[in-house]
């Protein structure tokens, strides 16, 4: 029962920004949205999360749209080692802070 | 930052033994931690959750008996595959909220456990 959906998978340029969409209408006005990558056979990787503000790290942006019903993931400088699965992913209001998954985006670094 | 450690790697076993899995917090306290299961191809699936202290909780459908999980101290959890069969094989997942459990913190991820049984 994820709450989010996301493409299956995206090819991108190396060198390019890739973009990484994802809806999530039915968030509530307290969940935070985070994204995670899964790069094959490791542990997922924290990359970035946010509430309602665009948000920027050294490693990607999030922009939120302002009804926060969707969001888009902007890797700026995609190399080949960010071919990943990304994961987009609404904390689901349980007492212990689970996060449940989604099927995620297949990105795919092409040099 | 957070470090979540998992041990063994990878592990390979003959039906009907035993499997146990370890999570540690290296540089946190975790009073929960999480596991996952994750088949090929597919996305990350909750299996429990493990509180410091107590009983786990556990998904619908997940064997409590079959998988025993074990928190026993703040930095560490075990899961461990009791009477493994074939189709136990699969990638097994920590994690734990680094700090206090409030939507602005971050989950970290152990590095996976690849379980093969024979």
């Known amino acids: 029962d994820a709450k989010t959906t996301q493409p299956t998978s995206m090819d991108c340029a190396e060198g390019r920004a890739a973009n990484l969409p994802c809806n999530h209408s039915?968030?509530?006005?307290?969940?935070?949205v985070y994204w995670y990558r899964q790069i094959h056979s490791q542990g997922p990787q924290y990359i970035i999360h946010?509430?309602?503000?665009?948000e920027t790290n050294e490693m990607a942006s999030l922009i939120i749209t302002e009804d926060r019903k969707s969001s888009t993931l902007i890797l700026p400088h995609a190399t080949l080692r960010d071919t990943a699965v990304y994961y987009c992913?609404?904390?689901?209001?349980?007492?212990?802070?689970?996060?449940?998954w989604g099927a995620g985006t297949k990105l795919i670094i092409k040099p | 930052g957070a470090v979540v450690s998992q041990h063994p790697s990878r592990v390979i076993c003959k039906s009907g033994t035993s499997v146990k899995i370890e999570c540690r917090s290296l540089?946190?306290?975790?009073?929960?931690m999480f596991w996952y299961r994750q088949f090929p191809k597919q996305s990350l699936m909750l299996m429990a959750t493990?509180?410091?202290?107590?009983?786990?909780?556990?998904e619908q459908g997940v064997e409590k008996d079959k998988f025993l999980i074990n928190h026993a101290s703040l930095t560490l959890s075990t899961l461990t595959v009791t009477s493994a069969h074939p189709e136990d094989s699969s990638f097994y997942i920590c994690?734990?909220?680094?700090?206090?459990?409030?939507?602005?913190?971050?989950?970290?991820f152990g590095a996976g456990s690849r379980l093969t049984v024979l």
């Open positions: 994690s734990a909220w680094a700090g206090k459990t409030t939507a602005a913190n971050v989950l970290t």
């Open positions: 540089d946190f306290q975790a009073t929960t």
């Open positions: 493990s509180n410091e202290g107590s009983k786990a909780t556990y």
């Open positions: 039915t968030i509530s006005g307290n969940e935070y």
């Open positions: 946010g509430l309602k503000n665009n």
């Open positions: 992913i609404v904390r689901v209001l349980r007492s212990n802070y689970q996060l449940i």
